[in-house]
Nanobody, 124 residues
Framework: QVHLIESGGRLVQAGDSLLLTCEISGRSVSGLAMGWFRQGPGKDRMFVATIDRDQHTTRHADSVKGRFTISRDYSKNTVSLQMNHLKPEDTATYYC?????????????????WGQGTRVTVSS
């Protein structure tokens, strides 16, 4: 069983940066494809970024491309999401996801393991 715990969410101002971290237990991060998703109030959970299991290939949603970066730390067994130039529309609860699939997916249904989420609020 894989357990994920997100941290780093807080209230920030537009233009600020924030680093979200997902701590992984139960399996090495090297054996997992990882993703970040976000969900605003009354909205569906949406893809933000993903990183493949065996390679370093990453993919980001168009809405965050150039501002957010997903990365993996093998020594700490974590996955991070560096968020720069934050906008009010980035306000959401951010979820870390994982699965043993090879290629990182943009689809919620492709991930079996999820964290509880961390709240990010960006004020204008």
């Amino acid at each position: 069983q894989v357990h994920l715990i997100e941290s780093g969410g807080r209230l920030v101002q537009a233009g600020d940066s924030l680093l979200l971290t997902c701590e992984i237990s139960g399996r090495s991060v090297s054996g997992l494809a990882m993703g970040w998703f976000r969900q605003g109030p009354g909205k569906d959970r949406m893809f933000v970024a993903t990183i493949d299991r065996d390679q370093h290939t990453t993919r980001h949603a168009d809405s965050v491309k150039g501002r957010f970066t997903i990365s993996r730390d093998y020594s700490k067994n974590t996955v991070s999401l560096q968020m720069n130039h934050l906008k009010p529309e980035d306000t959401a609860t951010y979820y870390c996801s994982a699965d043993t699939i090879v290629w990182g997916s943009r689809l919620v249904e492709d991930y079996r393991f999820w964290g509880q989420g961390t709240r990010v609020t960006v004020s204008s």
